[in-house]
């Protein structure tokens, strides 16, 4: 049984065909990563484009503690299945996951490794395709000070853990407790308001209509100073996922504990304190299209153009 995106989520066992879909930090190697959930949202969605925006695993962890799961095994199985069904996976690099950046360029049948690339969507608007520590200032100046951060996160999410075991015994729900002292600190407004921004300029000077992205584990969709805004969110605390139809309109889904995929708030900003937020669009970028057809991208074709071989009359050569 197949559901359109506008209906996308009101029953877990309808398929649903779309034409892209992203996903971010599932964080593979941490006992936080809700595979689970991401297997079973991978078995009810068909799609041509599936954006793995770094992070898929977190090698950080796994060289201070090894931990890897059967279930892991088998999210890799599937996701090398769905390419060899003529699904397309393009791996962005992330940070947690850097040991791959020696592999950038390559391709391995359906499967494409890059830093970033552009996605051209149906309707023939641009998104780049990022993962988002190149606009984290401890990525840049202090990385051990970083991995102290991701070992405290980690600690945190341990404390959730029991947390929301009590929470479901009094016959409560699941709440994030690293969500909720995000939103309360500051500090950490200020850097989401900031890595947001930046990210919109690093769109801009592309001139791409929007930028999609992770790191930062906020799903979030909207608009600032005319470029589009778009986070597809984790899979370790908030299971999130950005799916666009053939229309290209791109809508962000949340995948919860009971299994029911249920859609998001769509566009507009997840605290209502974010005042720099604009309806006015972004200039359209040219289109660029990519020339590789074979083995391993070139390094100095340029950024790698996903999706616009079949994108609509807006994608055309000027």
Known sequence: MKTTLKN????????????????????LGTKHSRVGELLEFLRVVDCKYLYLVGDLIDG??????????????????????????????????GNHDEFIEQFMGMRFGNVTLARQVMHTAADGKKYLVIHGHQADGL???????????SHLYMWILDLNLY???????????????????KSKAKAAVKYVTEYEDTL?????????????????????????????????GDWVENPTALIEDFE???????F?????????????SHDSGHSHQRNARG?????????????????????????DEDAGPAAADA
């Open 163 to 181: 947390f929301n075991r009590l929470r479901r015994v009094c016959g409560f729900g699941y709440w994030s407790l690293a969500a909720y002292l």
């Open 60 to 93: 950080w962890e796994l060289k201070f503690r090894w931990y890897w799961h059967d279930d892991y095994n088998v999210l890799i199985q599937k996701l090398l299945r769905k390419s060899r069904k003529l699904t397309k996976v393009i791996y962005i690099s």
């Open 283 to 307: 200039g359209r970028a040219s289109n660029r299209r990519n020339n590789n057809r074979s083995g391993s991208a070139a390094a100095n074709a340029g950024i790698l153009c996903i999706g």
């Open 139 to 149: 990525t840049h100046f202090n990385h051990l000070l970083e991995k102290l951060g």
């Open 8 to 27: 996308a989520g009101s029953h877990s066992d309808e398929m649903i065909v779309c034409r892209s879909v992203w996903i971010s930090d599932v964080h």
């Open 200 to 232: 919109a300029a690093m769109a801009r000077s592309q001139k791409a209509d929007g930028v999609i992205c992770g790191h930062i584990h906020r799903a979030e969709i909207k608009m600032i100073e005319g470029v589009r805004y778009l986070n597809c």
């Open 248 to 254: 290209g309109n791109i809508k962000l889904l949340r």
């Open 256 to 268: 919860h504990e009971n299994n029911v995929l249920r859609s998001g708030r769509g566009s507009g």
